[in-house]
Structure formats: C-alpha cells, structure tokens
C-alpha cells in the first residue's frame, strides 16, 4: 500500500503470469484462435521439456486448455487461450503499464 | 524474469518469493517484448489475401449472367409466373440479369466461405497459428441463406412485416450479393485484426454501393468508350467488374506483403 492509500501495480499480479515465457504463452494466444505447441516453442525460443512445463503451470491454473490431434498422421498439441487466461493476461498488462507510467513520472520528477 | 531452468512451484502453489523477484523484470523491456510477441503472431497468421482474391475471381466469373439480351419481354414473363423466386442474390430477371444469377450466387457465396474455411484451416496446419475467421464466415452464411429465404418465405406465407427488410435499389442490378461479401469481408478484418483489411473492406464497400445504385457505365461512356449497337448488352459489365478489380488488386497486394513477411 503506497502513502496515498492507493494500491501499488503489483499488488493485483498473478506470480503464475508475471514471468516472461508463460506472459509469452498467454500474448500468444490471445492474439489467435489457438496456437500450436511447435509454433510456441519456436515463437519462445524454449526446447519441448520447458514449454510443457509452463503450459502444464497455465493448464492447472485455468489459463489455457490444451489440446492434442492429428494432422493427417502427424500429432499435434494446440493451446487455447481460456477466459480466465485473458483476464489475467489483461491484469498483468494493465500492471506493467502502470508500473512504467509511474517510472516515467517518478523520472520526469527528478526523483 | 526467470531463467528456463528456474524451478516451477508445486501445482496450485505460488512461487515462492525468491522466484517471484526472479520474475521481476524491467516492466518497460517486458511490455516490449509481449508488443513484438503480438505483431509477429498476427503478422504470421494474416492469410486474407486467398478470400479476396477467391471472391473477385467468383464476381468475375458472375459476369455472364449480367449480360442479357432478353429485354422487357422477360420482366413480364417472370411477373405473370408469380413474383420473383431470389431478387435479394438474383435481382430482377430477365430486366436487368440473367434469370439464373440467384442460383449461380447461392452456389457462389456458400462454396467461397467453405474454400475460405478450408484455407484459414490449412493456414493454421502449416503456420501454427489458426485465426478466429469462424463469426466472417458464419456471417457470409447467414446473410447468403437470409437472402435466399427471406423472399419465398414472404411469398409463400404473406409475411407483410418481411417488406420492411427491403433494401431498396440496393438489389435492382443483381448486385445485393457484392454487399453480402462486404459484410464478410468487414468481420474478417476485425478477425484478422488488420487495419490494411479494414481500408479494403471499406473501399470495396463503397464501390460495392455505387455499382449498386449507379451505372458505373456512365463513367466509362465519359472516358470515351463508345460501344456499338451490337454490344449494348455489355453496358453492365463495368458494375460488375470493377468491384472484382477493387478485390483482385487488393488480394494481389496482399499475397506480395504476406509473402515477403513470411520469408523475412
């Protein structure tokens, strides 16, 4: 809680969002109808191993729905983004915006 | 921020408040990313110029049907059979088109959106990212089986309440269904969450609307074409192939751009 009694940005962040691969996974696919898993990994930079991991953190929390099928014969896993994920896709970035915004404000002050 | 290896909390925990401070990056450098993150997925999965192209190939391929050689004659044969079976796809036959045009754009407008459904399909197979086409696509549909219906429903049953839905002039050339792909079109580029659509959309919308409600002919009669008496039927054709041109110049461009950010 600041001295003014407002919260500060981070008080309304998700620990599960707030970290840069899982941020990606979520801004992925809220940008599509759904994104495929190699497609993720190549987007991320991240090797197969790690990328499940973080989407099995999403996939507990809510955030994402995974799931497999075929092209033709080859498997594919697709990520689908959920309600949920949005919502706290929205809050993370809504944080981080204000945190540079007050950044900014607390520079131009000469602070 | 976290490195790859940093060890995930057990499921439903939060992390502990070590790897929450891991996590804790400059907001500024992250929003950066996540901005770049966006404009590459959307940029990856932009895939309209196939619509565009596909539905200017399907009005051009109508031009046929909007030359007709049969005159007033038709108009009161068509009349005296009881009414007009499609004037909403088809206009009025035998005045101005082809008394077969509502059926080659009921067939048109239904096998384009499956092409485009199956062409947003592979895209996503190949790229790895599917756009949202579905509500584009639902749209077309409804709005191509609303034009079918709607008048034999009103016809059969004497739904009076149903002649409040009339657009007017707007079906008077045959070329309500220009305005049904504007509608689509118009959804796909919110779908597709691209500007340069949305400007394609909208001009092609309003061509759509002139060629519509004016003799686009009029134009090329100023311009100098002079056509003989043996080509008076042809006199439609610039309503019909301008907005085609308008689509097909659009979609080209926009298979050159898409293709140079795939291959950059």
Redesign the interface.
Known sequence: MSQTGELHPTSGI???V????R??IL??T???????F???R???G??AG?LS??L??LE?AGMVLVEKGY?GRRP?T?VRITGQGRAALAVE?GA??E??RR?KQSAAGGI | ??E??TP??A??Q??GPD??SA???E??E??G??TL??R???V??HAYWFPLVLFGVLICASAPFYIQGHGPSGTVQILRSGGLPMPLLGGIPGLLVSRYLGYYWLIALLAGLLLTVLWYRRQ??Q??????A?RAIITGAVLTLLAFSLPLISQAGHVSWLNALWPGDLVLRGTFPFLIISAGLLVLAWAE?SRALAIIAVVYTGVALVASLYDIENIAFRLGWNPGPGDWDLTSLPNVLVPALVLLIAGGGAFLVQRRHRSA
């Open positions: 998700d620990e599960r707030h970290q840069r691969h941020l990606g801004t992925i809220a940008e599509a109808q759904r994104a495929e190699g497609y993720l190549d987007a991320l991240l090797t790690n991991r973080h099995t953190v507990e092209a594919r697709w970035l981080l915006t945190l540079v950044h | 921020m976290d790859e290896q995930e909390p499921p439903g939060a992390p790897q929450g996590a804790v990056t907001p500024a992250l929003l990313e996540m993150l966006r590459r997925t959307r990856a999965r996503a197979g790229i790895g990212v599917a756009t949202p579905r969450r």
